[in-house]
């Protein structure tokens, strides 16, 4: 039997109608060939974001939105009276191999329960979502989110400013002070931690999995050093992430670098790619978004005032622990880039690149902490 999960929450985490439920009450509507432009229309009405009716929508290019484990599509609103130009949609992946990974790590499920139940408490923002929907028989899902491409999408290639990195950081912060040691009870399927049997065991699997192509697609990057980071990190997966899950423990992220974070006009910052969030030591987050996105000179210059303004938005950790876990939260970030170079259908020059990249400033960072030698004493 299909489960299904349907739900949204508009501005200020009000409920929007779920047009599905006029449409079909037997499948959740995850793909966006099903959508009923009428039925989606006043759904919109009804949730007093839009008046008039909806005539009909259509497919653009999503554009500058990053989509990586799934399908963007920009749907451009025909009405007639007022409503909002164009949605985002975001869905299953095309790429069979994506789509393997994203759902062994039921990365599309975790992403529909952020958007039901926890989008509207969290003080780090998200793109307002007006149909969240999971298909459990089929594994894909379907959001429907606004279009916030008048925001500054931070760059990934580029890496984060100094100033970018201080607005994150400090709004990081917020969301780990917000959820300490109260993480949402959504359960270890939803919200496991990163030493969860099961998410640790997917983590250890997909590591050893991909850690040789993912060395060999990057030779030219793989020195020495980061060939005893990476075979250190298989025998140490399971260990490291055990102490990442250490209490008390918040609402992390778990995918928080520069292409997945949208900066307003009115200086809100927004986070979208939910679909790695877990529940572990708050600085699973912030080794990762050091270790990804910011280049190596800024992040070597700002090091310590990162270190200092997280401590102080967080509120709940001293400098001297904080600093002892950023070297296991700095081997565990390694692994993303190094799974993502081998796992996932890259079909675009820029994903590429942003593997490359992520790659590289990861493996520095390891370097810089002496990760091998934190793994290597156990």
């Not at 299904?4 to 009000?14: E, M, N, S, V, Y």
Request: proline letters at 4%.
């Amino acid at each position: 039997m299909s489960s299904t999960r349907d739900a949204g929450c508009g501005p200020a985490g009000r409920p929007v109608t779920d047009y599905l439920r006029a449409m079909s009450r037997s499948a959740p509507v995850v793909d966006v060939r099903d959508i009923d432009a009428g039925a989606l229309g006043r759904s919109l009405v009804a949730a007093g974001i839009a008046s008039g009716a909806l005539r009909a929508l259509r497919s653009l290019p999503a554009g500058e939105w990053p989509g990586g484990m799934s399908e963007l599509v920009r749907l451009a609103l025909d009405w007639d009276g007022d409503g909002p130009e164009t949605l985002v949609a975001k869905q299953a992946a095309r790429g069979d191999r994506t789509r393997a990974t994203a759902g062994f790590m039921r990365m599309y499920e975790r992403e529909v329960a952020f958007y039901e139940q926890l989008a509207p408490r969290s003080p780090l923002a998200a793109p307002d979502c007006h149909h969240a929907a999971f298909d459990g028989e089929s594994r894909r899902f379907l959001l429907l989110l606004a279009d916030r491409r008048a925001d500054r999408a931070l760059d990934e290639l580029a890496g984060c400013s100094i100033d970018d990195a201080r607005t994150v950081v400090a709004a990081m912060g917020g969301l780990h002070a917000e959820f300490h040691d109260a993480p949402p009870a959504l359960g270890d399927a939803l919200l496991p931690a990163l030493g969860t049997q099961w998410y640790a065991t997917c983590w250890s699997q997909l590591l050893a999995a991909t850690w040789e192509p993912a060395a060999t697609i990057h030779a030219d990057l793989t020195d020495s050093g980061t060939r005893a980071l990476g075979d250190a990190l298989i025998a140490g997966t399971e260990p490291v992430l055990a102490r990442l899950s250490r209490g008390p423990r918040t609402l992390c992220h778990g995918d928080l670098r520069a292409d997945n974070l949208l900066l307003g006009a009115d200086g809100v910052l927004r986070a979208v790619d939910w679909q790695l969030m877990h529940r572990s030591r708050g600085v699973c987050d912030l080794g990762y978004f050091m270790a990804v996105s910011l280049e190596l000179d800024v992040r070597r210059r700002h090091h310590d005032e990162l270190v200092e303004l997280y401590v102080d938005a967080y509120g709940r950790v001293d400098r001297a622990t904080l600093l002892d876990e950023l070297r296991d939260a700095a081997a565990a970030a390694f692994m993303i880039p190094v799974i993502a170079s081998a796992a996932l259908d890259l079909q675009d020059a820029r994903g590429v690149a942003v593997c490359r990249t992520t790659y590289r400033r990861a493996a520095a960072f390891a370097d810089d902490l002496d990760c091998v030698a934190r793994l290597a004493a156990g």
